[in-house]
């Protein structure tokens, strides 16, 4: 069963990612031609705080015989008494060449923004290798040149405008049940080539069972670290969470 999500917008998209890392791993469908999903989830706290939460997940991709293209959107909006805290969005773009039945290409690009993490505009374009090492089981390695744009004052020890050269890498596992019910785990790490100590951290694992053949519930935890977040914004942060997503 198609679960995952992909809908529109190359140049610019919105997304939920912190700090703009995203686990392509658990996006990635096995079905032949075009298709499309889409997934919308919402929260509401009454009481001494009042906050809403509304996010949306969407996507097209192609998967050729020896080739696949995927367009990622993301976006999640939220608001506490009455303010918004919460702007965030992304859009990621990728193909994947194959170049044998366990090696393949990957080229990808991305831009992104994180208000409340400070992140005006993050660009990134990238290329690597991602290999099958037994079946479910995959590495992935990558460059990648980062741009970012944030929202500092003058006297922030955190640089305002950075460029980057990044090793990204990761391993993922992907298990599918005679039931449909699909898992993912993946842990992505990205280091500065100059500098490995500025790196970033992933990890992730999502369940996505199937409601009827079009509709899943998909449940998800995430973990990030940023080993030098910008002045004011937490080094790690998780999120354990749940939605519906729906194929188009």
């Known amino acids: 069963m198609h679960i995952v999500a992909l809908v529109l917008g190359t140049l610019c998209v919105l997304a939920v990612p912190a ?4 686990n392509i791993e658990k996006l990635r469908t096995a079905s032949l031609g075009l298709s499309a999903t889409g997934s919308v989830n919402a929260a509401l706290r009454t ?5 809403r939460e509304i996010g949306f997940e969407g996507r097209f ?4 015989s020896s080739n696949a293209t995927l367009v990622l959107l993301q976006s999640e909006l939220g ?7 919460s702007n965030i969005a992304l859009s990621h773009l990728r193909h994947t060449l194959d170049l044998r039945p366990t090696v393949a290409l990957e080229f990808f690009t991305q831009i992104d923004y994180a208000r409340q993490r400070r992140l005006d505009v993050r660009w990134l374009f990238g290329g690597g290798i991602r290999i099958s090492l037994v079946p479910g089981l995959y590495y992935g390695s990558a460059y990648m040149w980062e741009l970012e744009d944030n929202d500092l004052s003058a006297s922030a020890q955190h640089p305002r405008h950075t460029r980057h050269h990044r090793w990204s890498q990761y391993v993922s596992l992907r298990h599918e049940t005679e039931q449909e019910v699909v898992g993912v785990a993946s842990v992505y790490y990205q280091a500065r080539f100059d500098d490995l100590s500025d ?3 992933l990890a992730e ?3 996505a069972a199937p409601l ?3 509709v899943a519930l998909v449940a998800t935890f995430d973990l990030r670290r ?6 004011g914004v937490p080094d790690q942060d998780s999120r354990l969470g749940s939605r519906l997503a729906i194929d188009l």
Do not use: C, K, L, N
């Open 19 to 22: 700090r703009g890392q995203v």
């Open 212 to 214: 009827t053949t079009r």
């Open 205 to 207: 694992a999502r369940i």
């Open 61 to 64: 991709d192609f998967m050729g």
């Open 199 to 201: 790196h970033r951290v």
């Open 79 to 85: 608001w506490q008494d009455g303010r918004r805290y």
């Open 226 to 231: 940023d080993s030098r977040p910008p002045d």
């Open 47 to 51: 009481g001494s705080v009042e906050r």
